[in-house]
């Protein structure tokens, strides 16, 4: 089992619709949870953290966070072309930065 | 403005061939990192670094090599050792490793091909 996993997609939204991404985990005992933007040929960049069990909002985006269920997810409202992109799923296992785990990655288009 | 950079962009590598890609970071960051990430998969960690002068082994670390002379610096040799090197190299870094636990700072990338 993967430690942390990803449906690869690709994932193919409508222009202003919601875009939906899940990231399941193995390790109960994780602590901290990310989001990275990766465009196609760049490197990934952070959107989103999530630390506690609830969703947390940022503009259009909301992280999901559910601890019992060893699932975060990442939501994209009012999506955009621009949104256009591999999203990847980072969970820190126990520790510093040197923990932490990314998913394979979910390949995001949005149709105009 | 602050950053990672990292040079060269592009490289092109014979087979039993050394190469040394560079990370430099003026965001005056403790932790640095080098990350390998092939296609279809997600970033795995090759080495890492606390403070000037340390580092640590990562998942991945067989046939590479870093050093830490400098804060600003942390240089990755991929060796001919390395029996599958082709891939995309990524550099981050972080204000320390336990800050945020996972908030990194990505250089542009260096993309190694072996012919």
């Known amino acids: 089992q993967k430690e942390v996993e990803q449906n690869s997609g690709p994932l193919s939204v409508p222009e202003g619709a919601i875009a939906s991404l899940n990231c399941t985990y193995s390790d109960r005992g994780s602590q901290s949870f990310f989001w990275y933007r990766q465009y196609s040929g760049k490197s990934p960049e952070l959107i989103m953290s999530?630390?506690?069990?609830g969703d947390k909002e940022d503009g259009r985006f909301t992280a999901q966070l559910n601890k019992a269920s060893q699932y975060v997810s990442l939501l994209i409202r009012d999506s955009q072309p621009s949104d256009s992109a591999t999203y990847l799923c980072?969970?820190?296992?126990?520790?510093?930065?040197?923990?932490?785990?990314f998913g394979q990655g979910t390949r995001l288009t949005i149709n105009p | 403005d602050g950053g990672i950079t990292q040079s060269p962009k592009y490289l092109f590598r014979k087979e039993g061939q050394n190469v040394t890609l560079s990370c430099e970071q003026n965001?005056?960051?403790?932790?640095m990192y080098w990350y390998r990430q092939d296609p279809g998969q997600g970033l795995r960690l090759i080495y890492y670094s606390q403070i000037v002068n340390d580092f640590q082994k990562g998942d991945i670390a067989e046939g590479y090599s870093v050093s830490r002379e400098k804060k600003e610096s942390f240089p990755l040799t991929v060796t001919s050792a390395q029996k599958n090197p082709t891939a995309f190299y990524l550099c981050?870094?972080?204000?320390?490793?336990?800050?945020?636990?996972?908030?990194?700072?990505f250089g542009e990338g260096s993309r190694l091909t072996v012919l």
């Open positions: 980072a969970v820190n296992m126990g520790g510093g930065a040197q923990k932490l785990v």
């Open positions: 981050a870094s972080s204000m320390g490793l336990a800050g945020g636990g996972g908030e990194l700072f």
């Open positions: 965001l005056n960051h403790d932790a």
């Open positions: 999530i630390y506690s069990n």
